[in-house]
């Protein structure tokens, strides 16, 4: 054996194999079973537990203890019946593409070597998608939340470059958000240091829109009483109800404010590739910046966010450093700068673009958009079927692919408590949100796999649920 390299590769080689085997078989009957089930407690109790092992045990125990201890208890995502927050479903490729990265085991922080070379070509993929120039610059990160959290940095240190030195000091920089914006948007404005309260948040339409001309208004007055506006965070795709924010009319307030114009379509992005759904993103193509997820409608494995700045220097001039010892050579592996250091806070970074890399070539750009198309006609079945089901209220426009429904004459306890029996049964795994104060039961379709036979058994058991509670009632 030299270092940690196994001694017998030829039953390593039988276990590896096996395990792949078992991925397979998951994968092939992901319809099967419970969507969820709760750890046990001695399982949980075994897990927790654990002290840290002094010696080594032989791996085939160590896959058993994955076996019996972990695997049966994912998050869920991966069935068909998943249709809570928006969570990918993930593909065979994908996977496979998580081995193969792993065993190049690349750093692709930076320096010359192909995985650079595939993550620009899949950045520059990403801004075809959407019809970003093709000379944006970007990054892929760990989500939408680190992709939303660097374009606060790169639009501020554009608007004052200083703050990279002095800090933000008691900077008056305000920026503008709809209400139905992501969190992770007021976190980037704490973590950036401008804090919480410098992200306005503008009023939205009875579509859940923001409004663009209250927005005019708002921007106006801050510059009258002395504070700095210097950029819009516009939504394509709400996280609660999938509203897409007027993207034209949200540019051109941004713009004839001077002010940077970033986009937050964290899921909704690859609807840009349906012909039906892709005209509803109108203006994305005019953004200053975009954030968006490859693990959600696009089903690569998490994790896989992304970035896409039009303004490359302005997004470096946010990011690198010059440091000894991270020189950018002419020639050699520490060649081929700019790095992809320079375009956010990560230095060591993992291969995440092989997965997208692969994942698009194989099933291309039509396969991303009919899973668009498809998770929005199953949107619209579940849509149809709460309008026709009198005990079932529609709580809020279905645009996209998810559908915020409740049940007539129950109260936001017991709808959190019928959903709580929902996810215990295995059946089925909505999520819930507030709409206009209200609980609503939310069924985003964001899995491959989901089709109109698991929203049925999904609405069949809400309806049976909600039915024993209106009798006890
Ligand atoms: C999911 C989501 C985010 C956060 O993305 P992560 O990948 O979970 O970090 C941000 N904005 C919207 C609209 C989202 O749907």
Redesign the pocket.
Known sequence: MAGLDPADWTSLRALGHRMLDDMFDRAERAGEGPVWQPMPQAARSDVRNAQLPRQGAALPDVYDRFQSLVAPYPTGNTHPGFMGW?HGGGTMPGMLAEMLSAGLNMNCGGRDHAAVEVERTVIGWAAEMVGMPSNSSGVLV?????A?FIAVITASRKADPAFRSRGVGAASLVGYAAATA?G?VARAFDLAGFGTDALRIVPTDAQHRMRADVLAEMIDADRAAGLRPFMVVA?A???DCGAVDDLQALGSVARDHGLWFHV?A??AALARLSPTYGPLLDGIEKADSL?F?F??WAQVPY?C?CILVRDAEAHAAAFAQSLDYLTRAERGLAGNAPWFCDFGPDLSRGFRALKVWMTLQHFGAGGMAEVVDRSCAVARHIEARVLAEPVFELLAPVTLNIVCFSVRDLDDTQVASLIEDLHESGIAAPSTTRIAGRLAIRAAIVNHRTTDRDADRMLDEVLRLAVLRRTVR
């Not at 760990?142 to 680190?146: A, I």
């Open positions: 928006v760990t989500g939408s939340s680190m939303n992501h992770c939504t795709g709400t996280v937050d964290a899921f954030a997820d693990h959600k994790d966010g």
